[in-house]
């Protein structure tokens, strides 16, 4: 049996180690497989979202790497490292993502009231499943 296991932090994000002993080459752009970290964004549950069981991500989600339009699911991780998978649209028309089927899950079981707020970050090389983690909920 093989298993593979993928260390995570405390705001549920991947942990990525290098080994201490390989010197670091400079890789050309287009050779390195690359993590995106770098995109966050806020979202507030509201009472329209709960109810079409429906959150759009705002139009910056287009340039994170970690996202593309042939990926059709997202995994939703809360603080405590609870996961949910949710389905992750495309809207040609409003050139927007979108999460569907689960958003309204993962409120209730988190106990969202309306209002609430959440700082999420967006984790994934493009090809795999992506993460979006709770950094903060306010």
Known sequence: MVF??????????????????ILKEEADADDALSFSFDYCFLAEVTASNLKEDKLYLSVEATTCTALNKQCQEIILVNKEGNSWTVSLRFSEQDGMFYIR????????????????????????????TPLMCVIQRG
Not at 4 to 21: A, D, K, Q, R, W
Request: proline residues 7%; charged residues 20%; contains cysteine.
């Open 4 to 21: 593979h296991v993928t260390p995570f932090g405390p705001s549920c994000c991947e942990i990525l180690y290098t080994h201490p002993n």
């Open 101 to 128: 089927r689960g958003w309204r899950k993962f409120c209730l079981d988190n106990r969202c009231a309306i209002g609430d707020l959440f700082v999420f970050n967006v984790v994934g090389d493009g090809k795999t």
